[in-house]
């Protein structure tokens, strides 16, 4: 059983401790989990990419920026939901964090029901992307069991091409397409074509 509560994990990045501890005792009062840090840099050193979490973080901090934290997330393709703290004057960045995917800001003082609001809205989100992970990791771990050949023969499946036209694409006879067909379809768990064809499909546009 997980220790970690059913809302999820907050994580809050501010070089004022104050900051810190306020949001940590408001956040820990509504039930989520709560992990401050300091810098921008003992946060990346730290973070969990595979937890549900969503992120807040100061835009303006000793050290690393807000700003360029988002930018090493950006790098790591990591879906991690983004909210920034800002002061009055730091607004402009604070809309050109949401042109590269930060999902809001708020200005200092902040209403506390207008951060919970933002934050289970990110959790949302957070949900969302971790589920779209594990399927699509699901689909990888089935599609990698397929020999060279197993996948060429998938390919042309779900290009809707039958048996006899890939046994001429490939060269091979069409009793060994009927072989690769009953393979696939044992190494994919998969039942029907319509099986086949959601499993592999999804990997395509998850690639995409």
């Known amino acids: 059983m997980s220790l970690i509560p059913k809302k999820g994990t907050v994580y809050v990045v501010d070089d004022d401790e104050a900051v810190r501890d306020s949001l940590q005792w408001l956040l820990e009062g509504k039930d989520y989990r709560v992990k401050c840090f300091d810098s921008s840099e003992s946060f990346l050193s ?5 937890e549900v979490a969503c992120l807040i973080a100061d835009i303006r901090m000793d050290g690393m920026s807000g700003l360029e934290l988002q930018d090493r997330l950006l790098e790591r393709k990591s879906p991690l939901p983004v909210v920034f703290i800002t002061g009055h004057g730091d607004v402009p960045m604070a809309v050109s964090t949401m042109k590269k995917g930060a999902m809001d800001f708020i200005e200092k003082p902040f209403k506390e029901e207008e951060l919970l609001n933002l934050v289970e809205r990110m959790l949302d989100q957070a949900r969302s992307a971790f589920s779209h992970h594990q399927e699509a990791a ?3 771990a089935l599609l990698s069991r397929l020999t060279t050949r197993e996948s060429q023969v998938l390919e042309r499946i779900v290009a809707g ?22 393979n696939i379809m044992e190494k994919l768990n998969a039942n029907t074509v319509a099986d086949l064809l959601k499993i592999a499909l999804g990997a395509q546009q998850t690639k995409a």
């Open 46 to 50: 730290r973070f969990d990419p595979r």
């Open 138 to 140: 699901s689909r990888d």
């Open 161 to 182: 091409r039958l048996n006899k036209q890939i046994a001429d694409d490939l060269g091979i006879s069409i009793k060994t397409v009927e072989a690769h067909r009953a």
